[in-house]
């Protein structure tokens, strides 16, 4: 039903194609898929988890010379007649990525907790990324190919989250379309119960804020740590100063404690900030390694007719 309800022509382009990724499924996905005209799979030998299939897409539609990629589930949530509505403003130049927002308040098949925390984590991207996506958790998106060359997703369960604050960091033009769901056809196979989904949840925010402001994250902790042990010994000195300083030994302990766990964090707070500069750096010299080897193998083609004559 998913690939049924795929387009072969999308305005402003003129050629359409389809990339399935099989991530490492047993129930013949990739027979499936290229007995229903799929013109490329891509299998993993093994389940490698959402983020890594969204990586290979991208990779494998660079690879292919694919200018936009819209990138869809399997399980039909997204409505694919809103794929023209998604991709327009690339189309137009008004932008390099495009998240389409779905009706989170409407949709019956979400419970409260997971509303809430679909919710949450687009009030964090947008807080962490300094972008206005109202739906940042959705997988259904258009990304143009300079887009896709700058992305690098380091989560091992999502890419949705991630992505959106990269490309805020990174300065990209990024924008959000409303767009239509299908009725649920089957239970996520992602989400195992709300627990897990929970669990899971709070552990990617927490990593977005240690990844992508890892200064603001420890930062703050540290001057907690750091304040409440300068308090508590501001308490003792003034009880020494009264002549009951035997009585607060205690609080003297633990302010130095809690001085020394503050101090060390903040410390702490700098080098990560040096490690997030650093990988800032790598992802741009990769992006420009791939903009590199693109420009010499279109010199390469261009040149091929010429050795010919």
């Given at each position: 039903?998913?690939l049924?309800?795929l387009?072969?022509?999308v305005?402003?382009?003129?050629v359409?194609?389809?990339?399935v990724i099989?991530?490492g499924?047993r129930?013949g996905?990739?027979?499936?898929?290229?007995?229903?005209?799929?013109?490329?799979?891509?299998?993993?030998?093994?389940?490698q988890?959402?983020?890594?299939?969204f990586?290979?897409?991208?990779d494998?539609?660079l690879?292919?010379?694919a200018d936009v990629?819209v990138?869809?589930?399997a399980d039909?949530?997204?409505?694919a007649?809103?794929?023209?509505?998604l991709v327009?403003?690339?189309?137009a130049?008004q932008?390099e990525?495009?998240?389409?927002?779905?009706?989170i308040?409407?949709?019956q098949n979400?419970?409260?907790?997971k509303?809430?925390?679909?919710l949450?984590?687009?009030w964090?991207v947008?807080?962490?990324?300094h972008?206005?996506i109202?739906?940042?958790?959705?997988?259904?998106?258009?990304i143009s190919r300079?887009?896709?060359?700058?992305?690098?997703?380091?989560?091992?369960?999502?890419?949705t989250l991630?992505?959106?604050i990269?490309?805020g960091?990174?300065?990209?033009?990024?924008t959000?379309?409303?767009?239509?769901?299908?009725?649920?056809l089957?239970p996520s196979?992602?989400?195992?119960s709300?627990?897990?989904y929970v669990?899971?949840?709070?552990?990617?925010?927490?990593?977005?804020f240690?990844?992508y402001?890892?200064?603001?994250?420890f930062?703050?902790i540290?001057?907690?740590l750091?304040?409440?042990?300068?308090?508590?010994?501001?308490?003792?000195?003034?009880?020494?100063?009264?002549?009951?300083?035997?009585?607060?030994i205690?609080s003297?302990i633990l302010?130095?404690?809690?001085?020394?766990?503050g101090?060390q964090?903040l410390?702490?707070?700098?080098?990560?900030d040096?490690?997030?500069?650093n990988?800032?750096?790598?992802?741009?010299?990769r992006?420009?390694?791939?903009?590199?080897?693109?420009?010499?193998?279109?010199?390469?083609?261009?040149r091929?007719?010429?050795?010919?004559?």
């Amino acid at each position: 039903m998913a690939l049924a309800a795929l387009p072969r022509e999308v305005p402003g382009f003129d050629v359409v194609e389809w990339l399935v990724i099989d991530d490492g499924s047993r129930d013949g996905t990739a027979q499936v898929a290229k007995q229903n005209g799929v013109d490329h799979v891509i299998p993993h030998a093994r389940n490698q988890g959402l983020a890594r299939a969204f990586m290979t897409g991208l990779d494998a539609c660079l690879r292919l010379g694919a200018d936009v990629i819209v990138n869809t589930d399997a399980d039909n949530q997204y409505n694919a007649a809103d794929i023209p509505a998604l991709v327009a403003p690339i189309v137009a130049g008004q932008a390099e990525i495009v998240v389409g927002a779905r009706p989170i308040e409407n949709m019956q098949n979400f419970s409260l907790v997971k509303r809430g925390l679909q919710l949450l984590g687009s009030w964090v991207v947008r807080h962490a990324s300094h972008t206005n996506i109202p739906d940042a958790p959705s997988g259904f998106r258009a990304i143009s190919r300079t887009a896709a060359q700058r992305l690098m997703v380091f989560n091992d369960y999502t890419y949705t989250l991630e992505t959106i604050i990269q490309a805020g960091q990174k300065n990209m033009a990024i924008t959000s379309v409303p767009i239509r769901v299908n009725p649920d056809l089957r239970p996520s196979r992602l989400v195992r119960s709300i627990s897990s989904y929970v669990k899971i949840g709070m552990v990617t925010i927490i990593r977005i804020f240690v990844i992508y402001r890892p200064f603001r994250f420890f930062g703050t902790i540290g001057a907690v740590l750091f304040g409440a042990g300068f308090l508590i010994g501001l308490r003792f000195l003034a009880a020494y100063l009264g002549g009951h300083g035997n009585g607060h030994i205690q609080s003297l302990i633990l302010a130095s404690v809690l001085l020394g766990m503050g101090f060390q964090t903040l410390l702490v707070a700098f080098i990560a900030d040096l490690l997030a500069a650093n990988r800032t750096l790598l992802e741009d010299m990769r992006f420009r390694q791939q903009h590199t080897e693109e420009q010499l193998a279109q010199l390469r083609t261009a040149r091929q007719p010429d050795d010919r004559q």
